[in-house]
DNA sequence: TGCACCTGCCAAAAATAGTTGGCATGAGCC
DNA sequence: GGCTCATGCCAACTATTTTTGGCAGGTGCA
């Protein structure tokens, strides 16, 4: 299955993808990727953010199942890290918040 | 107009809100007065966390509009801080997010 | 008066997250 | 070789957020 777009993620998911996404570098990065794929120093430019910085929000976002990467070869040779923006769907209410809430894993419990 | 509950807010307001939502803490608060509304002490108890704690939660719920506060004097006299989730509905997809990236406000161009 | 509740606020510590700048590697190209 | 452009990673800061513990004020009641 794996439904392939995160609709009715677990507790600590759901944590991890709202995290990832309240940010407004992130938010940019995956506007930019809507657009169709792009590479990372290509991205940085776009963005006017250091290539560095842009790793690290990458990463968050790649691991939030958000973007997904793929390293090419160019036709000159050169490794090109491509992401892209990874179809997903989240409907939230408070409602679904409580559903998911009901599943959370931390620590807790005397 | 106002709509109530927010389902295109501005770049800025989205990543209030994800911010608000991403914690596990204000996942179980949200949770907890999706079943109804409960004064602050109460709540404490019900979720196990020292007030303090819960207020500076409750605040940030607040501020982001997710859940909304009415003082109220219960029969005896004591003033009780009753919370309640406010109903939102939001849809996140990749191209609402970009829409949303549009219009966010932070820091930048040269 | 003393106890049991409720609320609000705060200073300080602890834990995380966000940024910067630099260094190293590998592949074309003049 | 020297220059350009791509990637990855890291140590060191700075900035924010989270959490703790305590104190103060107010009300009702035995």
Redesign the pocket.
Known sequence: MSHGALSEPDGDRLVEVL?AL?????LRVLAALAGGRV????L??DLG?????L???LK?LEKAGLVT?H?ELSE??????FYEAAPFSLHLTPGSVAVAAATLSTTERT
Not at 22 to 26: E, I, V, Y
């Open positions: 995290a309240a940010s407004p570098h992130r590479y990372v120093s290509q940085a430019r953010i250091s290539r560095a910085l790793q690290v929000h968050k990467a390293l000159d040779g050169k490794a090109l890290k």
